[in-house]
């Protein structure tokens, strides 16, 4: 394999951080999630960054960070769902590594994180919102981060894998994809 660096890429609760350390184990590589890193440089949740210092603040250090890992060699690197959401980031991504969307259907997502409450962007303001609106919401930032998703050089539609087995799947139909294209 010649790629160097994976960036996991695809809306928040699309497998990326699940995914990207089997992946990472799978090839002997490094794992990164930006968010965590982010998380433990800044010592507190993403949501709490969100609260405190606001989204464009956590959107420059998170692109400062990628930048930092965008250096590491042999290394998995599974993004915030709105990271590519900026052409500096996908430049970064496609100079340095293979882009791989792991995407998943409105519903699918909504089944993932209707119970979540640890996502700054969609935390309804009430549990009476907690249904349609999360789905509306859902369905309005995927459309509006789509086509910086598509822009990934593999694209996974992580929906048609069976439960049970859709991680070891995945990694597997990731490294297969990337050997095809090297």
Request: glycine residues 6%; proline residues 3%; aromatic residues 8%.
């Amino acid at each position: 394999m010649t790629t160097k660096i994976i960036y996991l890429n695809g809306f928040m609760a699309s497998g990326k951080s699940t995914i990207g350390p089997i992946l990472a184990n799978t090839l002997g590589w490094d794992f990164y999630d930006l968010d965590k890193v982010i998380e433990h440089e800044h010592g507190k949740s993403v949501s709490k960054i969100f609260e405190e210092k606001g989204e464009k603040y956590f959107r420059e250090k998170e692109t400062e960070m990628l930048c930092k890992l965008s250096q590491k060699l042999r290394s998995v690197i599974s993004l915030g769902g709105g990271t590519a959401s900026s052409n500096n980031n996908l430049d970064v991504m496609k100079k340095t590594g293979k882009i791989i969307y792991l995407k998943a259907s409105p519903e699918a997502l909504f089944q993932r994180l209707r119970f979540k409450n640890d996502r700054p962007l969609l935390n309804p303001d009430s549990e009476d919102e907690a249904g349609a609106k999360l789905k509306l919401r859902i369905e309005e930032l995927l459309n509006k981060r789509a086509p910086y998703y598509e822009q990934a050089d593999i694209i996974i539609d992580t929906d048609q894998y069976p439960l049970g087995k859709t991680v070891d799947l995945i990694a597997k139909q990731i490294i297969k994809r990337i050997n095809e294209e090297n």
